[in-house]
């Protein structure tokens, strides 16, 4: 039996087209965890100029997270910080938060969508920029947040020599949290 829609032109599209399409759609969604993990695994071997690279550098945020006692959410989080890094070369926080927004709490999507202005507090000012870009946040009430998970986090996970728990370790966590959107964050907000 034909599983695919039959139009050429979306405009013409049948109850039965989109009922294919909406069968289809449930098994692809529930496979977005191991997409996950495909696209980290291109950060390895990216080193990018730094001592680590880019896998070991998740890998190592969201185990410091996890041996931190924080919670799965926050440690996908951790683990996806700069899953951006390969596509959003000028903006990688944004592909992190657009990933996750549908999964996660509204704190954790900020946090991970505004971690790079606050993790440049650590080297803006030796690419000649301000440093303090943060602090136009200083009153909002997620600033502590944000900078509590580069200082714990983010900023100290480049040392080679640190144990990190392996890829495999975050995979059920994966799926649990990116099994299913949370209600109140399935979005038509684009
Ligand atoms: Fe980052
Ligand atoms: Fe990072």
Redesign the pocket.
């Given at each position: 039996m034909n599983k695919r829609a039959t139009f050429t032109d979306m405009a013409e599209g049948t109850q039965e087209d989109w009922s294919r399409i909406a069968d289809e759609f449930l098994p692809f969604a529930a496979k977005l965890p191991l997409r996950v993990l495909d696209h980290l695994r291109l950060l390895d071997g990216d080193y990018g100029g730094f001592i680590v690279d880019r896998l070991t550098h998740s890998m190592q945020t969201a185990t410091r997270a996890h041996h931190d006692g924080r919670d799965e959410e926050y440690v996908v989080c951790a683990l996806l910080?700069?899953i951006g890094d390969t596509l959003g070369s000028y903006n990688?926080?944004d592909i992190a938060a657009a990933i996750l927004k549908p999964f996660v709490s509204p704190e954790n999507h900020w946090m991970v969508a505004h971690?790079?202005i606050f993790?440049g507090y650590y080297f803006f000012h030796y690419l000649g920029m301000d440093r303090n870009g943060r602090d136009r946040f200083k009153d909002n009430p997620l600033y502590e947040r944000t900078a509590e998970f580069c200082a714990k986090y983010?900023a100290p996970a480049f040392d080679p020599e640190y144990r990190s728990l392996p890829l495999e370790f975050f995979e059920p966590m994966l799926h649990r949290i990116l099994g299913a959107p949370r209600r109140e964050r399935v979005p038509t907000d684009g």
């Open positions: 910080h700069d990688h926080p971690h790079g993790q983010d």
